[in-house]
């Protein structure tokens, strides 16, 4: 190993390159680096210890996560339904005899997500499980990730040597483990499961998952559907029924993937056999490197832009501050009107839309428009399929007292 010698300057604290003859009077620090003169530090072991932050502080962390501070929530703020319904990018999906509510939650001041930056978190309350667990029951939450961003993150994912580290908070009202898993799509399915540790009851606790490498995994880049397919889910379960967990599962190990592993071995049941029981979660970063860095904090316009990729909502207001959206023939009392809807950014794939709300049917208005051809880079044709007389016509809120209307554009995994 070859060495890199600094000095101190002098006053002003700024330490610089010493000469290759340094003056015995000059304050040196003697740092080790590789071969090619890349600083590192080691432990006592001398093992290689990476730098996990700069004056507590990200070093330019890729989270390959998106909205894991869960800043962005453009579905709601809140709800009992399965799927992708509140905080962007993350589903939770349940099969249980109570629906739970997830929703958007603030981050209490003084504990210590607040100070480091954390005002938001996703809060599950559960539902009244009065039948107890069943082999069934389902309950997690997961994000997906592309195939082609795990395959240029600089994970060199097929070598155990290589490493990506899962980090985040977690705060359940009731004290025990939970589990949770990394998984990819491609070739044959891999699964690692893993566990949160038992937890201290309604106390937040970080969570760090270091994620070896394995020969076995495959992140798919041939063709444009395979690069923008799931390539990475990232998963926590409240709750999964032993129809899901296995006596043999192995933790922190990667194996194939099978639904009877989907949650490790038997969850322990009191959280969900708790009525209005909690979970929340903060703070989801996953990055390559065998070490847990600083969250790396965005502006809410980045994090807003890269949920636009996924789903775009046209918000045509309430009826006390509607926007009138307006639509045009292609050709002057020749077809229905019809508009052009441009994305923000490129979406993943040509989304699919959802109507929001009540529209207005009066008189020079369209009740309602329907999807037409759309592309992911550019936009989509909206329209009408009434014709109407007139050359253009307008597309709005009821006007009953409080109507909404939007449309969700979603191209989500």
């Known amino acids: 190993m070859s060495?890199?010698?600094?000095?101190?300057?002098?006053?002003?604290?700024?330490?610089?390159?010493?000469?290759?003859?340094?003056?015995?009077?000059?304050?040196?620090?003697?740092?080790?680096?590789?071969?090619?003169?890349?600083?590192?530090?080691?432990?006592?072991?001398?093992?290689?210890?990476?730098?996990?932050?700069?004056?507590?502080?990200?070093?330019?962390?890729?989270?390959?996560?998106?909205?894991?501070?869960?800043?962005?929530a453009q579905r709601a703020t809140s709800s009992t339904s399965s799927g992708y319904v509140t905080v962007d990018r993350w589903q939770i999906n349940h099969s249980v005899q109570s629906n739970p509510t997830s929703a958007l939650a603030n981050v209490a001041s003084g504990t210590t997500p607040y100070t480091l930056g954390f005002r938001k978190a996703l809060k599950i309350t559960n539902g009244n499980q009065s039948n107890g667990p069943q082999a069934n029951s389902i309950f997690y939450i997961r994000q997906f990730i592309e195939s082609q961003d795990v395959a240029t993150s600089g994970w060199n994912y097929t070598d155990p040597n290589s490493k990506i580290t899962l980090s985040f908070w977690i705060k359940s009202s009731v004290a025990q483990s939970f589990h949770g898993h990394m998984k990819t799509q491609d070739g044959t399915a891999q699964l690692l499961p893993f566990q949160t540790g038992?937890?201290?009851?309604?106390?937040?606790?970080?969570?760090?998952?270091?994620?070896?490498?394995?020969?076995?995994?495959?992140?798919?880049?041939?063709?444009?559907?395979?690069?923008?397919?799931?390539?990475?889910?990232?998963?926590?379960?409240?709750?999964?029924?032993?129809?899901?967990?296995?006596?043999?599962?192995?933790?922190?190990?990667?194996?194939?993937?099978?639904s009877g592993i989907f949650a490790g071995q038997d969850m322990t049941t009191t959280w969900f056999t708790t009525n209005a029981s909690t979970l929340e979660f903060t703070g989801f970063q996953l990055e390559v490197g065998s070490t847990a860095s600083a969250f790396a904090f965005e502006t809410q316009a980045e994090t807003l832009r890269k949920c636009q990729r996924y789903l775009y909502v046209l918000n045509l207001g309430s009826n006390a501050a509607v926007m009138n959206f307006q639509l045009h023939r292609l050709h002057y009392n020749t077809g229905a009107p019809h508009a052009y809807v441009t994305w923000p950014v490129p979406m993943r794939t040509a989304p699919s839309m959802t109507k929001d709300g009540t529209s207005y049917s009066g008189g020079g208005y369209q009740s309602n428009i329907s999807l037409g051809t759309s592309k992911s880079s550019a936009g989509i044709l909206v329209g009408d399929t009434a014709t109407p007389a007139g050359s253009s016509d307008w597309h709005r809120v009821n006007n009953v007292s409080g109507s909404t209307l939007r449309y969700l554009f979603s191209a989500d995994l």
């Open 198 to 258: 038992v937890l201290t009851a309604n106390t937040w606790t970080k969570i760090t998952k270091v994620i070896p490498g394995n020969a076995n995994l495959q992140f798919d880049t041939d063709t444009t559907a395979n690069r923008v397919d799931r390539g990475l889910i990232v998963v926590v379960a409240p709750y999964m029924g032993t129809n899901y967990t296995s006596s043999s599962a192995v933790y922190d190990q990667w194996t194939a993937d099978s």
């Open 3 to 72: 060495q890199i010698k600094l000095k101190h300057s002098g006053g002003n604290g700024v330490i610089i390159a010493a000469p290759s003859s340094n003056p015995a009077s000059d304050r040196t620090l003697t740092l080790p680096s590789d071969a090619d003169g890349t600083i590192v530090s080691k432990d006592s072991s001398n093992n290689v210890a990476e730098i996990a932050s700069i004056n507590g502080g990200s070093i330019g962390t890729k989270n390959l996560l998106h909205n894991g501070n869960f800043s962005v």
